[in-house]
């Protein structure tokens, strides 16, 4: 019991390091169908060229990529965090 509290309070600590989160269980569709990149865009009110989409995956990055986001594939997360800061144009790291 005492690790699934550990877990669910490991969870919640995640979550509420984001603005807004689109779980695809909830939106009924999932990666890579368009339509959930242009709900994320929707709900942060930012229009897709004005987006920074990462994943792991480039299957998912594609249908990202066709809608006008800027991508970047993440294998090493240091990587992925530079190549970030150098499109945003700042440090995202602390």
Known sequence: M??????AGDVRAVM??????VESKRAGVRK????I???CCE?????????VYLD???INLKPARE?????IKVGEPQA??????????HSVRD
Do not use: N, S
């Open 16 to 21: 509420a390091l984001f603005h807004h989160i």
């Open 56 to 58: 792991d995956l480039g």
């Open 32 to 35: 890579p169908d368009p339509r």
């Open 80 to 89: 992925a965090l530079a190549e970030l800061e150098a499109i945003l144009g």
């Open 43 to 51: 709900a942060l009110d930012v229009r897709p060229e004005h987006a």
């Open 37 to 39: 990149y242009l709900m």
């Open 2 to 7: 005492v690790l699934d509290e550990k877990r």
């Open 67 to 71: 809608l006008g986001m800027r991508t």
